[in-house]
């Protein structure tokens, strides 16, 4: 059953440039593609912000009723080459073993990003398919270019022709911009001379002599050209159309323009309904670079281990963070920001946990909670308004203060629906984790422990060994041993 | 640098039936390949016996300072069809959305599998491939195969040819069997009347109407044999010869029979010098199976939601438990094991708790321990000798009970080898998990400040106002605030 809220969700359709209804192509489901991460390095921060964006987007669809397929692929095929470069020869002659193996790299970074995934407590998508696995796949859609007319092969690599594309189609309509203006700009893929015009495209790239990573094709050995992969896994797994195709906004040209192209050359449409772009993430106001040390990954921050952050935050808190800026603005990151997010996300957290404690009667409350209700909505469906949705969730969070001290009264029906709708939000949707932070519990029994060996300590100096012996033998019960060592105390756990 | 120890190391080798010393192809470098679950269900707790078992190996080979390339295999390319069964045009016309597909259930299988080697604090392997991503490589395998004579195509279908291979090599050189006894047994995968003997098995199958999985070929839509993926995979990223291949005592026949059989029409060599297999994994004392209710699956042995035990076991009682048996011996799991296991571990992991805190000195130790350290890596040594090895280190739990009891005498660098050794032995090879169970630390948390409460009240009844009220102050330095309600004391924890 697709909620009744859902016909007035708009989203800004990147393409259009508008905010649009959304209207899904199957009446009850949504096909929703991601441009995942490239596995070679480790999770990107800004990636991350992409991808908790859509986990929020999928999240509120599922909250919706629609049952979606939500696929994010894995860049696996990148561009190692061998470290040994005296040829093919020496190579084969090299013991297996100790060769570089990218799949072991594929593999190492695959956890790597899986694990910050969840700590960051997004749901996995239902498919998430790798290049690698797709290569007969993206074989068969060069096949169709070229029969298309829109493609050629020169020397072992075949790349996608712009200009006759352009004759009948037009390249470009995600960007907007000019084949004309493209001439200067065309960021040559790969350095080769073959292409017929700058601005084209490979589909298939030669493998070079030291090229690890190659497949047999009718153009002979090499490997897919990047933009590839998107158009072949997203066909595949939702068909010739379909409803949001997602990214980072770094992807909207070449990337997706050139997703258009190919699925236009083979199938004739555009396959996305619904374009959606997330905005960049920056570091105390610059672009993040390794280069000159505005870098930080994301298990820096949970961590600690890092000269930007005067402390460590959890990943609630910097997900609190990513969601007081809308998905289209730019989000700067900086130790001041995550402070106020820490200090912001507690706030809330702990109003949240007040509501079952708070008195309640049969009075009308002094605060329209139907009305906060549909407010709260109406921000998500609104282009999935973030900090204008916390924003209404602070307002009710002033009033829950006031019914805690006094000075507000709160209807009984109305509690009810408060805390429903604020675990529908928090966790439903935002997906903020309910899990406490481990390691603050594993410091708070240690300190207990301590606690109760001090009193106990003290109880013995003014001899109440009543006192003193109920907490050694109540410790035991809960399976803490005390060592006694003279004046003072250890404990053991016993399990 | 390869430890002195390793020389010694001798492995149950299946193909000879004898226990042979270890000497790697490459001398540094171990290359194994374990054959992974099919994704289409919930993780096995058989399948979990023989992951953990090759997982104390991959340890104990990294431990010994081999660089071991570990690869297991993802089977995903499955049997499922569309449950519509009234035709191609027919599915064709049904929304893409609504339709079964199959990656979702893998992905879905995959999570779990993950999830459940996560709790058992296995290593992933460095890669971990899947048949479906690997359908070009199969499909090479499959020229060869045909080129070398050895196999036929027929409507479709490709079959690999057991007389014609028999006649200049021999087929069943793992499990022994002989092709007579085998035509009458030979387990007809797919019922197909194409093959030119029972015996023979399916290289490529074509794709029926409904079988929704399946891709191009030389001869038609179809998909590769089971047998297959583990001869492609294995040699694409340890080469024609690698060290170990393992799995399932169910996959010697005629999995890893086809295995060798493929690898030797291909390359003219069995793959793998060292065949090594874990045994069955009974249920009280029967086959584990759904349909006589005689079945339990890993998770619920973790929650304790099953009509098999008494009580949940953690994930290290239940590694314990599989430890107790050699890999190669028959085991049972029943309620009564894995309480022994749960004592079992409990008094080693007490013990070995136990070891800083016991007193030293400079005298010799009651107790041989350079003798006992060699001991323990003899076990290990010995084909991976896990219950020995446990019945070694008891006898070292035996001696420090001696010492923590006073009435054995423990030299200071005796207790550093002691404690080094254990750490080895219980975390580094036997891969225990430190964690503590999670779920335990907030009960006993909750518990040390109800007791905390407890004493509060019995001081304020007692007048002790001074004891009360730093009760409360402490506590709310730790972040928990008392709320008192007349007699009676709630607290609530602010972060």
Known sequence: MISNLAKDLKIYNSISGKKESFIPIEKNNVGMYVCGPTVYSNAHLGNCRTFISFDLIFRYLTHLGFKVRYVRNLTDVGHLENEDDTGEDKISKKARLEK??????VQKYTIDFHQIM???NTIPPNIEPTASGHIIEQIESIKKIISSGYAYEKNGSVYFDISEFNKSKKYGKLSGRKIEEMMNQSRDLDGSSDKKNPQDFALWKKA??????NWDSPWGKGFPGWHLECTSMSKKYLGESFDIHGGGIDLKFPHHDCEI???EAIDGCNPAKYW???????LNGKKMSKSVDNFI?????????????????????????????????ILDLSDKALLASEKGFKKLISVFNLIETLKSNENKSDFNVDNWITNCYEKLNDDFNTPMLIAELFDCVKFLNGVNIGSKNLNSSDKNKISTTFKFMLFDILGFSQQLDEKTDHNSQKELIELLIKI?????NEKNFKLSDEIRNELLNLGIKLN???SSSSFEIMK
Request: glycine share 4%; hydrophobic share 35%.
């Open 208 to 213: 070079e002599k030291n090229h690890i990573m």
């Open 276 to 282: 959606m772009h997330t905005n960049m993430l920056t």
């Open 456 to 460: 106990r300590s003290n109880a013995r």
């Open 261 to 263: 192209a190919q699925s």
């Open 100 to 105: 570089l193996e990218p799949m072991e790299v």
């Open 118 to 120: 969840n700590k960051f």
């Open 297 to 329: 990954l994301p298990f820096q921050i949970f961590d600690g281990q890092n000269k930007i952050l005067s402390k460590k935050f959890d990943p609630n808190t910097v997900k609190f963070f990513i969601y007081q800026a809308h998905y289209r603005s």
């Open 484 to 486: 006694d060592d003279g």
